[in-house]
């Protein structure tokens, strides 16, 4: 292929992904659904007018690193340590039952050829899939009803910001261990190396950023330096700790998410990738995905897989919830809103294909997943609050009241 051929099937890409983005956003669903189907369209499922290159590939792993180092950033580090055991214990739940019930799924469907083997990392791997939450549909929905600063609301915001981290240990793990080569206690050692490195350098990154922020606020050198940053410890993860790069982006997004202009070095990564890494990165999900080998197995498969990532969050988080001292009403709700799957099921997704742990065929399961999830988590949270909807609304009132009154005084 020629060079200035891959112009042209970056031009239909983009395109293609941003029209159906605001298709997708006009129909109430993420914008990345439509991303994903634009993929669908243009590749083997139905035009075949783009195929997946290297550069495509090379440009889509770009995208998912500056995708992950943002959601670092943005997160909220203070309110995530102040969370304390409860969220901490609900996104444990909301993480282990899911990945034993994706594995047992796998198991059920395929058989069990015994620890170790190829098909036990295959079928954890699906367990580990399902581990992921997005959180932004359920936080829209909150909002919408005025009640995201109540109890609830801030249990399921900070539980799902600590799943995602649990998640991308998980994933590390899981990844490694697939490895032939790698033995189950050097990649534990690694992992763990790998994360007391992480905390030292990033607490002295942190010192350094903060110092030149305070020095140079809104300059463009504070964005490109934490850009170097994301990339080197992506590159450091993947190449001397066998760890996951997007994991690597994650930690850098982390040690620089409390400094001032965190959020001003994510407005600026985010418009390469809204404009050109993102999309290529979701419409490169459906390109990959090849339906041609699909059957009724897989199709059922995709059903059970779809039921069992909804209800085993909703059960172990709600179970977790109750045994906390939520009322089972209250607890139903923060299992519902940690129910969503988005990005970060489509993350670790594509790094289960660059591995060999997953097939392109069950991208269907993810995708359906996503959209099915989209749907029913703001219909089934506006029914729970209709349902008891003065207690919570109360407590948020009251939350607001006393920042007020702080206010003021």
Known sequence: MEAYEICKDLAIIIVFAKVFGLLARKCKAPQVVGEIIAGLVLGPCLLDWVEITPFISQMAEIGVILLMFCAGLETNLKE?????????????AGVFIPLLGGTLLYIAFYGFDGFGQPGFFKALFMGTIMTATSVSITVESLREMGVLKGEIGTTILNAAIIDDVLGMIVLTVVVGFNDPSAKPLLVLRN?????????????CAYKVFKKV???????????????????????????YFGIADITGAYVAGLILCNIHDSNYIARRLDINSYIMFGPIFFASIGLKTDIKDMNWTILWFSLAFVAVALLTKIIG???????????????VKIGVGMMTRGEVALIVSQKG????????????????LIIVSSILTPITLKFLYHVAPEEEKEQAAEKNGEKVIEKNN
Not at 317 to 331: F, R, T, V, W
Request: hydrophobic share 55%; charged share 10%; proline share 5%.
């Open 80 to 92: 995530l340590i102040k969370t304390g055991p409860k969220a901490l214990a609900i996104a444990c």
């Open 191 to 203: 992992t763990v190396i790998f994360f007391v490195l992480a905390l030292i350098v990033g607490f």
């Open 213 to 239: 922020d305070q020095k140079y606020p809104h300059t463009r050198r504070i964005t490109i330096a934490g850009l170097a940053l994301c990339l080197a410890l992506a590159f450091i993860a993947e190449r």
């Open 317 to 331: 988080c709600s179970l977790m919830s109750m045994l906390l001292g939520y009322s089972p009403k209250h607890a």
């Open 353 to 368: 294909l660059a591995v060999g742990l997953l097939n392109p065929v069950y991208f269907t399961s993810v995708i359906l």
